[in-house]
């Protein structure tokens, strides 16, 4: 009976010291972010304000087992045998800084965020840094991860002893954890070189799998590409490592667009070319740098032209290239209908002479129905 009442004592000391801790806890988690607050309304700087923004959670944590961290250093005084209590501070502590260097990262991304935007028109450093940052802190965030749930372990006697273990046949179980993780390391190991290469960019215009689309998010694993009709393409991010694809925005966003049209042979070049920079001229689509049309193929029925017309984007360019396409079509087929595309055939009676070589020409009539009185 009286080892139960000293016991119980034991324990009702350490209650008080814990509501203590608490409430002391609470006091100072509400005078430090009061002063906090006064400081950063008086002050202009973003960093400040994104730190208390981030970090309000992991320090207000922090403080806390701070305060019970000394009640347990008290408490053992008072009975060493009672060791629980440090131990599940200790693992809190470690969750708690784990959780401050995680928002860190997210103050340095907001930060740069904020510092280089990307809806700007000349927006390749911006995504540059984006993109290189973005994949650096995934990696960032997966090694914090790891590192606190091992040290987490490793503050239980059993896990300490299977990694003495582990420590002792070390090449067997590298071989195996290797082999068990290949896919993983390599996804990771192919992150690092994607935000270090960059062969891709957040925003970047790509053509993979035969769809056109944008880089939307880069992963440590995937990337997402959203296609042009909001359908999503995700593909492992070593695809981009392995395969061929197409970067339209590799060095600038800028792109030359063609438009193919297929005319008859006594169509006026120069009337059409005219026509095209006139078009191009009054859309809101072209940037001013390049209009130009040539003949770029002969067939036995029709020749091709080929308008290239420049954009600031691949999404205009697709805007301008549909508007020159109409338009011209509308001006040939409204000014010189009988450049359209026409099959020509001729027949020849068998009794009849065929003109010589370089007078075919001088045999071609315009065909024309047979009216009811004729016969064959």
């Keep these: ?71 347990v250093s008290n408490v053992q005084k008072i009975d060493p045998a009672l060791p629980v209590a440090a131990h599940v501070i200790g693992i809190l502590l470690i969750i708690s800084i784990a959780w401050m260097l995680i928002r860190l990262s997210s103050v340095v991304y907001e930060f740069l965020l904020l510092k280089y935007q990307v809806d700007q028109r000349d927006n390749l450093e911006a995504r540059k840094i984006h993109t290189q940052f973005r994949i650096l802190r995934n990696v960032f965030i997966f090694t914090v991860i790891l590192v606190s749930f091992s040290a987490v372990l490793m503050r239980f006697e059993v896990f300490q002893r299977l990694g003495t273990g582990i420590l002792a046949s070390a090449g067997i179980a590298g071989l195996v954890i290797g082999l068990a993780a290949q896919r993983t390391l390599s996804n990771l190991l192919a992150g690092i070189q994607i935000a270090l290469a960059q062969p891709i960019r957040i925003d970047d215009v790509v053509i993979v799998e035969n769809e056109w689309g944008w880089i939307e998010e880069i992963s440590l694993t995937y990337v997402v590409v959203r296609i042009w009709d909001l359908r999503r393409l995700i593909l492992p991010i070593s695809y981009f490592l392995e395969k061929p694809f197409q970067n339209w925005t590799h060095k600038s966003a800028d792109i030359l667009g063609t438009i193919y049209l297929y005319m008859d042979y006594n169509v006026p ?29 002969a067939t036995d029925s029709s020749i091709e032209l080929r308008a290239l017309v420049s954009a600031e984007d691949s999404p205009k360019a697709w805007d301008l290239r549909c508007e020159v396409r109409e338009k011209l079509i509308e001006f040939i ?24 070589e370089g007078n075919m020409g001088a045999g071609l009539e315009k065909l024309s129905p047979k009216s009811p009185n004729e016969t064959s």
């Excluded at 409204?334 to 068998?350: G, H």
């Design 1 to 71: 009976m009286y080892d139960f009442m000293k016991t119980l004592g034991q324990w009702g000391t350490i209650g008080i010291y814990l509501v203590l801790a608490v409430a002391v806890g609470l006091v100072v988690n509400f005078v430090v972010f009061f002063a906090l607050n006064r400081a950063t309304k008086r002050t202009s700087n973003v960093l400040d304000k994104l730190f208390l923004k981030h970090f309000k959670g992991p320090l207000r944590l922090a403080i806390l087992l701070l305060c019970i961290h000394v009640l």
């Design 269 to 297: 070049v120069p009337e059409v070319r005219n026509e095209l920079k006139s078009i191009v001229e009054q859309s809101p689509h072209w940037d001013g740098k390049v209009c130009g049309l040539v003949v770029t193929n």
């Design 333 to 356: 087929r409204d000014n010189y209908p009988s450049s359209l595309p026409i099959s020509r055939v001729r027949f020849v009676p068998d009794n009849a002479d065929i003109p010589p």
